[in-house]
């Protein structure tokens, strides 16, 4: 029998439901549940994969090519259950669904309406392939009381009534702020919350309520009496020095116990927090510090790279080392020769991903300045495409080289490809369609040549990674970069997309079309940022 938990928020957004939702489904693992995590997204677009990351942050790529909310990364980087494009749905896609089926005929002419055929749509999307999971977490995005989220709020409550009590649970996270000039905490804006969330007919059963400072035993009364919920079902949720601690936290705290309680699953195994114990330990007792320069495009919201950021910390967790992530704008190394000194002293420099012309010629600086003083560098996707340009200019001796992405070159070194092969299936693409339909998404293999450095590090002749990207490295250019000692180590099964690039003369020098970083987790970091960091160590002991 699959249970749901409904993981809703109110007072303020940016709270951590995602966070939460992904705590407890690892506690819930830990105690040998199989879980599965999905999120309710109300805003309009079809999907994220077109809003800019100063809008919405990350776009999380899944195996099966959806482009989907940050929060997905979450969900896997706790539980390591792989999510797919079933896992994510927007108003936008609701209602592209219910508009597509009104066209067909599929309501035999009724007027379509919220009620019941919106509703319905996100009924049937919470509860598709279920089958299997004990707990199913669905987390709703947005807070209680926005206007668009009415729909998936209306869609859960009918649930609770479908499914009933002993197969549903109303989680609700919400602020418990502190007011300096009163010296106190403030439980109404809770109070309101609950209120709001129980006029539209759900009672929640369990609160987490988050709080810079530890919440009195009188103040988790007072919460429990006006809200309606259980004394012990009032979790505080404190901040927490790295976010892989939550899970120890909460249950230290009793969620997992309140909510399996709430089910009425009343001798549940006792959870193994061995793994969750380890990477804390680890973060708590670093054995040295490394500087990782990260120069993008997109610094100012640190969110654009949830992923990248998480994958590096992995790769200290790996090497036994605290990172130290320091966050450099491309474009301020385009504004003169002194600017890219500013990565003096860093024992590692990644370009990450991103789109269009903007600061690219800032990120091929940073990469000469990797590639002469032999420092590790690490090129992903956009940042693999800048460091090829940089060879081809400053190696092979072809000034003019490009990207057909910043308009009209007679040496496309990077080019729009319209045609590629999946599993021996040709796939298309044109530079006329749809933004998202130009794209090469989700998992693709590669193969590896034997005896390179990634074929070391992977310990394997192949693989299968995330892409999510437009344009490719031109193959035509390969015999001549690799003259001057570039080596093409990984490449499409047909052989015609380069997939990685590294310089077998440099310490550390690899670059890969793909985003390994969507695939690292706390307890198994990906081995290209374990290896990255393991050369970042071995850097800062020549400075």
């Known amino acids: 029998m699959t249970r749901f938990i409904f993981i809703t928020g109110g007072v303020v957004s940016s709270l951590g439901k995602g966070l939460a939702a992904a705590a407890l489904a690892a506690l819930l693992q830990a105690r040998g549940y199989k879980v599965r995590l999905r999120k309710l997204d109300p805003y309009i677009n079809v999907d994220p994969g077109t809003m800019s990351p100063y809008q919405h942050g990350e776009v999380y790529v899944t195996d099966d090519g959806a482009e989907t909310d940050l929060d997905l990364g979450h969900y896997e980087r706790f539980t390591g259950v792989p999510s797919r494009q079933s896992d994510n749905v927007t108003t936008g896609r609701i209602y592209q669904t219910v508009i597509a089926k009104e066209r067909r005929g599929d309501y035999l002419g009724a007027t379509v309406q919220v009620i019941p055929h919106i509703t319905d749509a996100i009924k049937d999307f919470v509860l598709a392939e279920s089958e299997g999971h004990d707990f199913m977490l669905i987390e709703v995005g947005g807070t209680v009381g926005d206007i668009e989220g009415l729909p998936f709020f209306e869609a859960i409550r009918q649930l609770g009534l479908d499914l009933g ?59 429990a009496l006006f809200c309606n919920v259980r004394r012990e079902a009032v979790i505080q949720a404190l901040d927490v020095a790295s976010i892989y601690e939550a899970p120890l936290h909460y ?32 973060l708590h007792q670093p054995e040295g510090e ?36 320091e966050w450099l704008e491309s474009e301020a190394f385009e504004q003169g020769e002194h600017t890219v000194h500013r990565l003096e002293g860093v024992h590692g420099i990644l370009v990450p991903g991103g789109f269009g012309e903007r600061g690219s010629e800032g990120k091929i600086k940073a990469v000469t300045f990797a590639r002469e003083r032999a420092v590790p560098y690490f090129g992903i996707c956009f940042g693999m495409q800048m460091a090829v340009i940089e060879a081809a200019r400053s190696l092979a001796g072809i000034k003019d080289a490009s990207s057909s992405e910043f308009g009209p070159t007679p040496h496309a070194v990077v080019g729009l490809m319209t045609e590629w092969s999946r599993g021996g299936v040709a796939e298309l693409r044109n530079a006329e369609g749809d933004l998202g339909g130009t794209m090469r998404l989700g998992a693709y293999e590669a193969r590896l040549l034997a005896g390179s450095k990634v074929a070391e590090i992977y310990g394997a002749s192949a693989i299968s990674e995330r892409h999510r990207h437009r344009y490719e490295v031109n193959i035509a250019y390969r015999p001549q970069l690799e003259a001057q000692g570039l080596l093409f180590s990984g490449l499409s099964p047909d052989g015609t997309l380069p997939e990685i690039i590294e310089i077998p003369a440099h310490p550390w020098f690899i670059g890969v079309q793909f985003h390994p970083e969507l695939k690292s987790k706390p307890f198994d970091p990906h081995p290209l940022f374990a290896s990255f960091i393991k050369a970042a160590v071995h850097q800062s002991r020549l400075v």
């Open 165 to 223: 009590r002993e197969r549903a649970l109303y989680m609700h996270l919400t602020l418990v702020p502190f007011i300096a000039a009163a010296g106190e905490l403030k439980t109404k804006p809770t109070q309101h919350s609950v209120k709001e969330l129980r006029s539209i007919g759900i009672q929640p059963d369990v609160l987490l309520c988050r709080s810079e400072r530890p919440i009195p035993e009188s103040d988790r009364r007072k919460i």
């Open 251 to 282: 249950h230290a705290e009793g969620l997992d116990e309140q909510v399996l309680r709430g089910f009425g699953i009343e001798h549940a195994p006792a959870p193994d927090l061995g793994r969750w114990r380890g990477v804390t330990e680890r």
């Open 290 to 325: 490394v500087a990782i320069a990260i120069v993008g495009k997109y610094t100012g919201l640190k969110d654009a790279y949830k992923s990248l950021a998480e994958a590096l910390v992995h790769g200290g967790i790996a090497n036994h080392v605290r990172v130290k992530l």
